[in-house]
C-alpha cells in the first residue's frame, strides 16, 4: 500500500497519530512511580508495596480510594492539556499549519498519560515494555482506551474481555495473542477505523478554533476542556466497574489512612513539556 493511501485509511491515520502522540516526551507514565506517589498520602506502606508489586485490587486498597485519586489526576491532566491547547491558539490561522497538527498530538499525548493513570490505578498491568516503541499488544489496549472514552460500545466490550482474561489468568502482562491476532483484534481494527474518522473532525474543529489570534487561544482551551474531560470520566467509569479493579476473594479490604490535605494532584512522572494536541461502531 502506498503511503498516501495508508494517510488516506481512517485505521493507517489513527494508528500513526496513536504512535507519534505515544513518542512524545513525558506521554510515558511508569508504573511502580506512579503508583508510590499517587497512593502514597493514601495508603499505608504496605498497601503501597502490594499495589505496585501486584495490583490496587491485590492490596486491598478500596475502590472509593482508587476513584478520588484517579479524579484528581483527571483533574491535574485537563488543565494542563487545556493550557497548552490555548496557548496553541495564540498565534492565530497564519500558524494553523504548524499549529493544529503539533496541538493534536500533544492532545492524544494527554489522552495516553491519563488511559496509564487510570489503568494502573484501576489494576491493570504495565502497558509499555523497555523497548522506545510500543508494541502491537499495547498500541491495542491503547486504542481500545481511546475508544472508550469516545464512547464507542464495541471498544467498552472488549475492554471487559482483555480485563476478564488479565484477572482469570492472573498474568502480570496484556494478553498479547488476543490483542494482535486473536479474538480481540478484529475489534481493534474496527474502533481504529472510525478513531481515524473522528481524528479528521478533530482537526476540522482544531483548526476553526485556532483562525482568529488571542480569541482562538480562548476557543481552544475551552473546547478541548470540555471534551478532554468528559472523555477520561468516560474510561474511568468504564475501568472501575471491572471485576478486575475489584479486590478478589480473600483480599482484606483496609481502611487507608486519613490523607493530609492537598490541593490539586502533586504527582508527576517523567513530565517534561509535550510539544506543540456513545457511540457504536
Known sequence: MSTSNSMENPESRFSALLGSAAR???????????????????????????????????????????????????????????????????????????????????????????????AYLYSWPDLFSDSSEPDDATKGVLTLFVGVMFGTQSANSAVGKVATMISEEIIKKLPQKALTKGVVYPVVKKVAAYLGVEVTKQTFAKSLSKAIPVVGAVISGGLTFATYRPMAKRLKKHLCGLDLAQPGPGVVVEEPPAPDVVIGEVVEVHDSPIPGGGRSV
Not at 75 to 102: F, I, N, R, W
Not at 110 to 117: E, F, T
Open 24 to 118: 512524545l516526551p513525558g506521554v510515558r507514565i511508569d508504573r511502580a512511580t506512579y503508583l508510590r506517589q499517587a497512593l502514597g498520602r493514601r495508603c499505608s506502606e504496605e498497601q503501597i508495596r502490594r499495589a505496585v508489586e501486584e495490583s490496587p485490587a491485590a492490596a486491598g486498597i478500596p475502590v472509593e480510594v482508587l476513584d478520588r485519586v484517579a479524579n484528581e489526576s483527571i483533574a491535574y491532566e485537563t488543565a494542563k492539556v487545556s493550557a497548552l491547547s490555548a496557548a496553541a491558539g495564540l498565534p492565530g490561522v497564519l500558524a494553523l499549519p504548524a499549529t493544529v497538527p503539533a496541538d493534536l498530538a500533544q492532545y492524544f499525548g494527554h489522552v495516553l498519560r491519563i488511559a496509564q493513570k487510570l
